[in-house]
T-cell receptor, first 109, second 113 residues
């Protein structure tokens, strides 16, 4: 079973819209997560760390639902520059982070 | 500030040719270093990681090898490339404390023909 599952999308949204998507995880002991974003044909970059129930950074809000074992990412007031693939990564006890294929978001003008 | 350099950005190699990709990190000491490969539309596959000079852990048996001759230098190599070695190769580093936060180089897009 995969460590995380994400809807690959794409989520096509107009500029200014709100978009949200989930990441379900299999390890109930997972305490912390990271959201990375990867622009097309570029390297992943850390977007946000989530160490407790959630985190907010500007237009981006992450919420962790431990009972249902998923973490969500919400993007408000979408910008064209938000178009990317968003990768949900559980914190690892060793060096081996698990990067799935992510969720692709496309913001259109 | 810390920076990571990876080169070349793009590489086209014939089957059977050797490979050497280099990655260097600046602005930090004793980083953990990683090599990943990403196939089109897929997630990142961890190939190798290193916690120190000369210390290499291989995650997936394959046609590749890695070396860390200096603290902030990580090299990915192959003696003979296969078609299946094509992909997007990413080098990353993390601190020894915050090892879950990894910073990636710009990547090398390798096409084996």
């Amino acid at each position: 079973r995969k460590e995380v599952e994400q809807d690959p999308g794409p989520f096509n949204v107009p500029e200014g819209a709100t978009v949200a998507f989930n990441c379900t995880y299999s390890n109930s002991a997972s305490q912390s997560f990271f959201w990375y974003r990867q622009d097309c044909r570029k390297e992943p970059k850390l977007l946000m760390s989530v160490y407790s129930s959630g985190n907010e950074d500007g237009r981006f809000t992450a919420q962790l639902n431990r009972a249902s074992q998923y973490i969500s990412l919400l993007i408000r007031d979408s910008k064209l520059s938000d178009s990317a693939t968003y990768l949900c990564v559980p914190k690892a006890s060793d060096y081996k982070l698990s990067f799935g294929a992510g969720t692709t978001v496309t913001v259109r003008a | 500030s810390q920076t990571i350099h990876q080169w070349p950005a793009t590489l086209v190699q014939p089957v059977g040719s050797p490979l050497s990709l280099e990655c260097t990190v600046e602005g930090t000491s004793n980083p953990n270093l990683y090599w990943y490969r990403q196939a089109a539309g897929r997630g990142l596959q961890l190939l190798f990681y290193s916690v120190g000079i000369g210390q290499i852990s291989s995650e997936v048996p394959q046609n590749l090898s890695a070396s860390r001759p200096q603290d902030r230098q990580f090299i990915l190599s192959s003696k003979k490339l296969l078609l299946s070695d094509s992909g997007f190769y990413l080098c990353a580093w993390s601190g020894t404390v915050s090892k879950n936060i990894q910073y990636f180089g710009a990547g090398t897009r390798l096409s084996v023909l």
